[in-house]
């Protein structure tokens, strides 16, 4: 769940030799019918996606982004010279980066049930004129890895040297291992879990509640700029809070106030700094994200449960045939270093090449995003070494 | 900050011999003019207060129990031999428990600025023959305190045995011996801070926004039954996540679905039962609590500072005479150990008697409020030991 609203604003791309420069995004239209996961069907989709750096004769040094819960398929570069922000994992992907598009053919997409230009319940229903809204189908972590899946074909990708994701996107990175397992050669999931705890459920339904329940949200019909911003601002408010740790906040913030040079001002109105980080956080989420799209993707991440899917999270796995690097982070605790670790040792029960990193930060869940040499290390040296060739004994 | 809404529901107070019994609330009314720290101020207030055994002839058994941000008065026994539950802190007050009422005089009183019969926003402002509402004056942990001081000399305690508090209530405590030292043998602190990190005031800022941003709120102007149920339902969510922990929502709710032999529902409604208990959390709080009233309460919480009011936390247990037991929760991350035990470590360094104990839980902050054996001894044991005997040296 990238905190996109706080990568810090750089120097333009062009004066970044380690930026893939400008980029331009595109439209992947797929116009035959699409059949979802709970049994509801599009007749169609379009998943907005960026590429860097060129796919190979052999087709197969093409890595796959997955983006988090607020995150798009604007992952590197920018999209205009002087835009002020470049793309949310700008400092990962490019010339000579960990990710380095001087090698690899890129990919990131905009998930299925999105609102940065890939179908979802902002898009306009054929049938009635007006946005889906709560009549888009029921989206799931295994719906936006099938939807990427045919963008990839349609990109002539032959095979996947890698996926790569932190938190939803480390969700997708696995579902993909098990879905497409001759297709993808490494995953790489970071911040992530195979299932939510009680407590990650509790937060999302309290963000989504807060959209629900505004009048705003009109049962889901809407158009975007009438949304419920409040009920939206409210949720994002809430939730990053969970990105970050306390530590973090008490570095960056601690208790200063603002104005009123540190006085004790008596007022509802902002007092402490970090007051005003959260509510500036809540106004630039509305202004970018849609609420309908926020309670889909909210409900596929809570209900991504491999364990529950598949009979056992062993079984789950039994198919995947490529090798697993998982990150997690110390700070983290949405998806805490445990359920991380869970993932390795359900994989190497399952007789699979896994393994697991622990990276020490206080950054809390939103490491996966910010500058760290020891996860560029890792990530650079995971997607350099030769896949295991795998041999079928069974012959 | 307790979850009254979680108290089980016992046996009726008769059928127990270590209940207090069928108790009754009284109000004191203090018919003066009172000025808050914020230099604002009131004609008179009343307090809403339960007593329980007998204050002795030497008026030097009293104990003050301090409640937390959504607490209240009734702490103990039953309003009627058929309450569905017994007062907040039963478990811990009543004849032959550890707060023993047999042999103390035990008095809790609705804090000033809140919603359960003290004067608060919610109060009727003569001058407009309604509500307050935020034209009541800003309250603090030590205007909350001074008023409580009122109601004890009314009451005709001499001397506090000791004064007892949790989260808020730990606040209270710490305040007492700061403001009163000569009247206060012992405090006793559980899972509280001397002030609160970034993340604790960006929580409480949340649940204020959801309030505020209400249409219901109204700027602070509507009648109860009419007032920001939706913010508040919302706050209170939010809020009581932070009361529990991971482990114990794990424990108690995992992911284990509503209904449909925990098949996969597509819907926006109530999936996962941790859904359903975090509803019935707001809807049960927005029926007993006023929204101003969570604005001003959390507004002391955040205020709340010693290290800034008195120049350095040293500084501001300077005064006390006390001795001081402070009880923290290995799992309790709204007001972790380390902020607990910084408070004894400060004391000490002020030269002042005072322990720390630290309690391994799972049960996170709310932990003070449930059944623990090591609790009660450590409560009951600081209780009856003979306070240290002031020997003033510099004569």
Same mark, same amino acid.
């Given at each position: 769940?990238?905190?996109?609203?706080?990568?810090?604003?750089?120097?333009?791309?062009?004066?970044?030799?380690?930026?893939?420069?400008?980029?331009?995004?595109?439209?992947?239209?797929?116009?035959?019918?699409?059949?979802?996961?709970?049994?509801?069907?599009?007749?169609?989709?379009?998943?907005?996606?960026?590429?860097?750096?060129?796919?190979?004769?052999?087709?197969?040094?093409?890595?796959?982004?997955?983006?988090?819960?607020?995150?798009?398929?604007?992952?590197?570069?920018?999209?205009?010279?002087?835009?002020?922000?470049?793309?949310?994992?700008?400092?990962?992907?490019?010339?000579?980066?960990?990710?380095?598009?001087?090698?690899?053919?890129?990919?990131?997409?905009?998930?299925?049930?999105?609102?940065?230009?890939?179908?979802?319940?902002?898009?306009?229903?054929?049938?009635?004129?007006?946005?889906?809204?709560?009549?888009?189908?029921?989206?799931?972590?295994?719906?936006?890895?099938?939807?990427?899946?045919?963008?990839?074909?349609?990109?002539?990708?032959?095979?996947?040297?890698?996926?790569?994701?932190?938190?939803?996107?480390?969700?997708?990175?696995?579902?993909?291992?098990?879905?497409?397992?001759?297709?993808?050669?490494?995953? =790489? +999931?970071? /911040?992530?879990? !195979?299932? *939510?705890? &009680?407590? %990650?459920?509790?937060?999302? $339904?309290?963000?989504?509640?807060?959209?629900?329940?505004?009048?705003?949200?009109?049962?889901?019909?809407?158009?975007?700029?009438?949304?419920?911003?409040?009920?939206?601002?409210?949720?994002?408010?809430?939730?990053?809070?969970?990105?970050?740790?306390?530590?973090?906040?008490?570095?960056?913030?601690?208790?200063?106030?603002?104005?009123?040079?540190?006085?004790?001002?008596?007022?509802?109105?902002?007092?402490?700094?970090?007051?005003?980080?959260?509510?500036?956080?809540?106004?630039?989420?509305?202004?970018?994200?849609?609420?309908?799209?926020?309670?889909?993707?909210?409900?596929?991440?809570?209900?991504?449960? =491999? +364990?529950? /899917?598949?009979? !056992?999270? *062993?079984? &789950?796995? %039994?198919?995947?045939?490529? $090798?697993?690097?998982?990150?997690?982070?110390?700070?983290?605790?949405?998806?805490?270093?445990?359920?991380?670790?869970?993932?390795?040792?359900?994989?190497?029960?399952?007789?699979?090449?896994?393994?697991?990193?622990?990276?020490?930060?206080?950054?809390?869940?939103?490491?996966?995003?910010?500058?760290?040499?020891?996860?560029?290390?890792?990530?650079?040296?995971?997607?350099?070494?030769?896949?295991?060739?795998?041999?079928?004994?069974?012959?």
């Amino acid at each position: 769940m990238p905190d996109l609203d706080d990568v810090p604003a750089g120097a333009p791309a062009v004066a970044d030799p380690g930026s893939v420069g400008v980029v331009a995004s595109r439209d992947f239209v797929h116009a035959a019918p699409f059949t979802f996961q709970s049994g509801q069907s599009l007749p169609g989709f379009t998943l907005r996606y960026e590429t860097y750096g060129e796919l190979n004769a052999a087709r197969d040094n093409a890595i796959l982004i997955c983006h988090a819960l607020s995150g798009d398929h604007h992952c590197a570069g920018r999209h205009a010279t002087d835009d002020r922000k470049p793309g949310w994992w700008d400092n990962l992907i490019g010339p000579g980066k960990a990710v380095d598009t001087r090698r690899f053919f890129v990919i990131c997409s905009n998930c299925l049930g999105g609102c940065v230009g890939s179908t979802g319940p902002s898009s306009v229903n054929p049938a009635t004129g007006r946005p889906y809204g709560i009549a888009f189908p029921f989206v799931t972590i295994r719906d936006m890895v099938r939807a990427q899946k045919l963008l990839l074909d349609h990109l002539g990708v032959a095979t996947l040297h890698a996926a790569i994701g932190g938190s939803m996107g480390g969700m997708q990175v696995l579902q993909w291992g098990i879905e497409y397992p001759g297709f993808v050669r490494r995953l =790489l +999931a970071m /911040a992530t879990t !195979s299932r *939510e705890g &009680a407590q %990650a459920i509790a937060f999302n $339904e309290v963000g989504r509640q807060a959209i629900m329940q505004d009048p705003a949200w009109n049962q889901g019909d809407y158009v975007r700029e009438a949304g419920p911003r409040t009920g939206l601002a409210i949720a994002r408010m809430m939730a990053h809070i969970t990105y970050v740790s306390d530590a973090s906040m008490d570095r960056k913030f601690g208790r200063r106030k603002k104005g009123t040079a540190n006085g004790d001002a008596y007022t509802f109105d902002i007092q402490f700094e970090v007051e005003s980080y959260l509510r500036h956080q809540g106004q630039s989420f509305i202004n970018r994200f849609d609420a309908n799209s926020y309670l889909y993707i909210t409900r596929a991440l809570d209900q991504f449960d =491999l +364990a529950h /899917a598949y009979g !056992s999270v *062993e079984t &789950a796995f %039994a198919p995947v045939q490529a $090798e697993t690097l998982v990150v997690g982070f110390t700070s983290d605790w949405l998806f805490p270093p445990e359920q991380n670790r869970a993932i390795v040792h359900a994989l190497l029960r399952a007789g699979k090449r896994a393994t697991y990193a622990e990276l020490a930060t206080d950054l809390g869940h939103d490491s996966f995003l910010l500058e760290s040499e020891d996860l560029y290390a890792l990530v650079r040296s995971f997607l350099e070494r030769e896949a295991a060739v795998l041999v079928d004994f069974s012959i």
